[in-house]
């Protein structure tokens, strides 16, 4: 069955780093694009940025851009999220996300069950 | 950005109830529209893709409709597992975007 398993969540100051791992299993991993999507609390759901599936082309939400970044090793089965800079408002569970495409639509058919990032001094 | 707006963002209803949602795109977007049920705690999970499609496994009580701007989701007879918070996204553009949500709750 299909999985993902998130983790690298904590408590880090403002200014700091963390790198996300997104562990995946009962699929071959090395032909899905892969997302991050995220949620602050109480709000809602906020993509992040995505990963083609041979990590050729990645792209990020502008609230993020020259701060994150993705990248997979499709060797280990394994999606990462370098945050760099972090900040008060990067504060969210952090959910990895499968892309499936049924003829030219796509959409986000497993997600893992997420890793809380808080940003605070 | 393709902005997506949800009506509305919260409603009540009763166990067996008939309930609709709507989400309108700033653009038109074809059919590349998704919905997720998310419970408390929980991850999201997909719904309807391309608008109309039933994702495996989920029951027929929901439907989803629409093209272009405005789409609809659909809940026939409302059960217990159902009063959750729902989400549109649009995957027309790479950048995907999400709706704001709609919480529905028990009456």
């Known amino acids: 069955q299909v999985q993902l398993v998130e983790s690298g969540g904590g408590v880090v100051q403002p200014g700091k780093s963390l790198r996300l791992s997104c562990a995946a299993s009962?699929?071959?991993?090395?032909?899905?694009?892969m997302h991050w999507v995220r949620q602050a609390p109480g709000k809602g759901l906020e993509w992040v940025a995505v990963?083609?599936?041979?990590?050729?082309?990645?792209f990020y939400a502008d609230s993020v851009k020259g701060r994150f970044t993705i990248s997979r090793d499709n060797s280990k089965n394994t999606l990462y999220l370098q945050m760099n800079t972090l900040r008060a408002e990067d504060t969210a569970v952090y959910y990895c996300?499968?892309?499936?495409?049924?003829?030219?639509?796509?959409?986000?058919?497993?997600w893992g069950q997420g890793t809380l990032v808080t940003v605070s001094s | 950005d393709i902005q997506m707006t949800q009506s509305p963002s919260s409603l009540s209803a009763y166990i067996g109830d008939r309930v609709i949602i709507t989400c309108r795109a700033s653009?038109?977007?074809?059919?590349?529209l998704n919905w997720y049920r998310q419970k408390p705690g929980k991850a999201p999970n997909l719904l309807i893709y391309?608008?109309?499609s039933l994702e495996s496994g989920v029951p027929s009580r929901f439907s989803g409709s629409g093209s272009g701007t405005d789409f609809t989701l659909t809940i026939s007879n409302l059960q217990p597992e159902d009063f959750a918070t729902y989400y549109c996204?649009?995957?027309?553009?790479?950048?995907?975007?999400f709706g704001q949500g709609t919480k529905v709750e028990i009456e």
């Open positions: 996300a499968r892309i499936n495409t049924v003829m030219v639509e796509y959409f986000f058919d497993y």
């Open positions: 009962g699929f071959t991993f090395s032909n899905y694009g």
């Open positions: 990963i083609w599936d041979d990590g050729s082309n990645e």
């Open positions: 653009q038109s977007i074809g059919r590349s």
């Open positions: 391309a608008a109309s």
């Open positions: 996204q649009q995957s027309y553009h790479t950048l995907v975007t």
